[in-house]
Every structure is written in C-alpha cells, then in structure tokens.
C-alpha cells in the first residue's frame, strides 16, 4: 500500500503529529485577541473555549507520553489571549519531542491504555481538525493539506465511531465518492 506519504506503509505517529503541529501552527499565529469570542464550526463553543480544550488535550497526550507537564508558559490569572496562543504552540512543539523516539508499547489515558502509535495518530487527528475549526472561526480558512487529510482518514475512519456522536463529534456529513480528502475528513468529523 502506498501512501500520501510516498512510503509503503502508512506513517507513524511523529510523522502525524509533525504534520498536524505544522498545519495549526500556521492557523493559530493568524488569531487575534478579537477574535477569541468567534464563533467555532464546534457547537456552542467560542474560539477561547476551543483554545482551552486543545490546552487540555496536549497536556493529557504529553501526560499519557510520560513527559513532564508540559508547563512551558504558566497560566497566569486574567491572562490575554495572546499568552494562551503563545503556551499551546510550545506545547504542541513540544509534544511532537514527546513521542520521540518512536516506539512500541502502550499508553495510559486517563483509565484507558492505548498503543503509543494508536493515541498519537488520533492526537494528530484533533490537532489538525481543530486547526482548521481555528482558521474558520476567525474567517480565513485554510485547506487541511490532502497528503496529511489521506493520511489521517484511517484513523478518522476508525477512531470516529457512533458512540461518539453527538457528543465530541456531530453527525456524519454525506459527500460524493470523489471528494477531495479534506471533505471527507471533515465531513467524517461532522463538519464541512
């Protein structure tokens, strides 16, 4: 099997969250402070909330990773949002070292243990889809590149089940068979 990637087999882990750190990285540099009460295409949530919930999912990967708290910049009380973008930019930078070197073996996440490989890949997975939730609220949108959406639909497709919606995703959106890869990926994760 080839991949978006060129390769024989699909990519690992670091290679997605790489990818995906590199993709919303460029979306969360464009935000504003006034555009931190945007709406989001994540029901009921603004651009703040979306902000504190990836905040929370990297400290959580880095902490099923068994790094250190990844508390590069502290929270400080009545912060700005400019410190909020700046600390989850140098977490996600700093995830990716996380899961370096690549390995075998599994992962606690909360309760649950996970494959190292498997949990990575569905961090890559958030990390990318709200990255382009960010680039819609604040109005400039931001293609999910196809290489990284193609490489991302398995574990979309797997991780992304109906006892997940409607909670953390919305339904399935139907798309034509010949759909570029970012709508079926978004359309999957019910958005588009």
């Not at 690992?12 to 919303?24: C, F, H, I, Q, S």
């Not at 961090?123 to 609220?137: P, R």
């Amino acid at each position: 099997m080839t991949t978006a990637t060129g390769v024989g087999r699909p990519p690992g882990a670091v290679e997605l969250l790489e990818r995906a750190v590199a993709y919303t990285g460029a979306s969360l540099r464009l935000v504003t402070e006034a555009d931190l009460r945007n709406a989001t295409p994540c029901a009921e949530w603004d651009l703040l909330t979306l902000l504190l919930h990836m905040e929370d999912s990297l400290d959580a990967m880095a902490e099923a990773a068994r790094a250190p708290r990844l508390e590069l910049v502290p929270r400080a009380p009545g912060e700005g949002g400019r410190a909020l973008l700046d600390r989850i930019c140098a977490r996600a930078r700093a995830l990716v070292g996380c899961w370096y070197p690549a390995r075998d073996g599994e992962v606690r996440l909360g309760d649950l243990g996970l494959p190292r490989d498997l949990l990575g890949a569905v961090g890559a997975l958030e990390i990318t889809v709200h990255g382009w939730d960010v680039a819609q609220a604040i109005g400039q949108p931001r293609p999910i590149p196809p290489g990284l959406a193609m490489d991302l639909w398995p574990v979309a497709r797997d991780a992304i089940t109906d006892a997940d919606r409607p909670l953390r995703f919305g339904p399935a959106l139907d798309v034509p068979d010949w759909a570029a890869p970012q709508h079926r990926l978004l359309a999957h994760a019910g958005r588009c």
